[in-house]
């Protein structure tokens, strides 16, 4: 396929011609408003295979399927939007996931006339919230990302807001007020960024941006105000309080949209904006950033373990890989960034999977109390089979996609900062005991008379689980052609930076 043509734009604008279709649908139309959304999501999915046949593998390192057209020409704002191996394949995760999210909210959310037009509002959000994503990973002007930065909080407020459990408005403010805190910081270093730049038009391009002559001090005050943004986003420690809230309050497709690809962005934005931007801050901060990424690991894996409801818990989990993430970010080696790369998609899969088993579990019982359940294993094997095998993948087990991005994250790491990959991989023996401890508590010994009569998974959760189970097995034997995508990026990331690679011995010479 060429790769002139407006790709990016064509997967943007798609969802929002999909949600516009559901919300002024012809009420005769209406009840069948989860088959349109599945229908849009399912053709974005075609659109995305097409784009990756116009991406050139081979220089995954260089920005491609590019368009700039002029925005705001006044204050010389761009719309510019271009990927690399990274973030085309944080595209491809999102992409997938959404289709999943509707197939499982036919269950999630019920039936019957009212219902179906909250269903019907709740989708049209969903693919809104789409378009956002893959705007905001494809964003090459740093005005452009800050606009959909904030953009995607008005839809994910809503879902939470009115579509979640009792305490549902208490978490959507939570949300709502700690994003727009960290987006208003940014805010303000996004402006005097563009003062220190070359102004005029295009004067918010990244690529313009890059390489500024900028005063030390300048430079640290403005990777602070952008790392804030990125790091409550994330969420990192101590500014990740508002995700158990919503994850335990939101419906588990919010939550798997929410934790699988909206807290990406942080993480995204420190590995191609911080790093680029500021490479001097960036080593500056680099100390203290794997110190708090190393509490952020250990912090939530053992808050994880004390949780008693299954949302909080699974929220907890993510805290403690973000920590990975960010870890090996700045641990400024090929390998750990590589794996970092990785890591945002593998954690995608295996917390979108636990998220939406969860939210089937959750409709069974009525409860999201862990000791609520107690022996489904022998009532409903197929579905303690599907939670086990995301919950492995969460660990980190051997031949699931998790293990190779953890593990590259722990090895690159180890090669500049020893220190820092033996305590972090304590994060990884605890994730053993919270996933371990979980399915025991759920899904081991005699059956709880309340859980006896459920009914094992149906055809449509079967569908929406599949495709995570297969990807995390794929990636997991054949993890070569998505590292293809993100290594040349990393690659490209340390040369900007100015930091000389260390290799990892375990993985030299390797083809993994």
Request: a neutral charge; aromatic letters at 10%.
């Amino acid at each position: 396929m060429s790769p002139d043509f407006p790709w990016l734009t064509t997967l943007i604008a798609w969802p929002v011609l999909g949600a516009l279709v559901l919300w002024f649908a012809p009420r005769a139309l209406r009840p069948r408003a989860r088959v349109v959304a599945l229908g849009v999501a399912l053709v974005e999915l075609v659109l995305l295979g097409l784009a990756l046949t116009a991406f050139d593998t081979a220089d995954a390192g260089t920005v491609q399927l590019t368009e700039t057209h002029r925005w705001i020409p006044a204050i010389g704002a761009s719309y510019a939007v271009g990927v690399d191996g990274v973030g085309l394949a944080l595209i491809a995760m999102s992409v997938l996931l959404v289709p999943l999210v509707v197939l499982a909210a036919w269950r999630e959310q019920g039936s019957g006339t009212t219902t179906s037009d909250a269903l019907r509002h709740y989708l049209a959000l969903a693919l809104v919230l789409e378009a956002f994503i893959v705007a905001v990973f494809a964003a090459r002007d740093v005005f452009l990302f800050y606009v959909l930065f904030e953009a995607m909080l008005i839809p994910v407020y809503f879902m939470i807001g009115g579509y979640g459990g009792a305490e549902r408005r208490y978490a959507a403010v939570k949300f709502l007020l700690y994003s727009l805190a960290g987006g208003l910081i940014m805010l303000v270093g996004v402006i005097a960024l563009y003062l220190q730049g070359p102004r005029g038009e295009d004067g918010f391009l990244t690529e313009k941006l890059t390489g500024l002559d900028l005063p030390t001090g300048t430079e640290r005050w403005l990777f602070v105000a952008f790392f804030i943004a990125f790091a409550i986003k994330a969420p990192m420690f101590p500014v990740h309080t508002w995700l158990p809230d919503a994850a335990e309050q939101a419906p588990a497709g919010t939550s798997t949209l929410l934790v699988g690809v909206l807290d990406k962005v942080g993480t995204f934005g420190m590995l191609t904006l911080c790093l680029p931007l500021f490479p001097q801050a960036s080593r500056w901060a680099a100390p203290v950033v794997i110190v708090l990424a190393v509490v952020s690991i250990l912090y939530g894996a053992l808050l994880a373990i004390g949780q008693k409801d299954l949302m909080r818990l699974i929220a907890y989990t993510s805290v403690s890989h973000f920590g990975f993430i960010v870890l090996g970010i700045f641990a400024f080696t090929s390998t750990s960034v590589a794996g970092s790369s990785f890591y945002m998609v593998n954690h995608g899969l295996s917390t979108g999977a636990l998220f939406l088993i969860a939210g089937f579990l959750v409709a069974r019982r009525g409860s999201q109390q862990i000791d609520a359940f107690g022996g489904l294993q022998k009532v409903v094997p197929v579905l303690a089979g599907l939670f086990l095998v995301a919950g492995l993948s969460a660990l980190s087990l051997p031949g699931l996609s998790t293990f190779v991005s953890e593990f590259m994250v722990i090895v690159g790491t180890f090669a500049r900062h020893p220190a820092a990959a033996v305590v972090a991989t304590l994060g990884v023996v605890l994730a053993a005991i919270y996933v371990l401890w979980t399915y025991q508590r759920i899904f081991t010994g005699p059956p709880r008379e309340e859980v006896a009569g459920f009914r094992d998974v149906t055809a449509t959760e079967r569908w929406a689980v599949a495709p995570l189970v297969a990807a995390m097995l794929v990636l997991g034997f054949v993890p070569g052609p998505a590292l293809d995508l993100v290594r040349p990026p990393a690659s490209v990331t340390l040369d900007v930076v100015g930091v000389q690679d260390v290799p990892a011995a375990a993985l030299e010479g390797s083809d993994q």
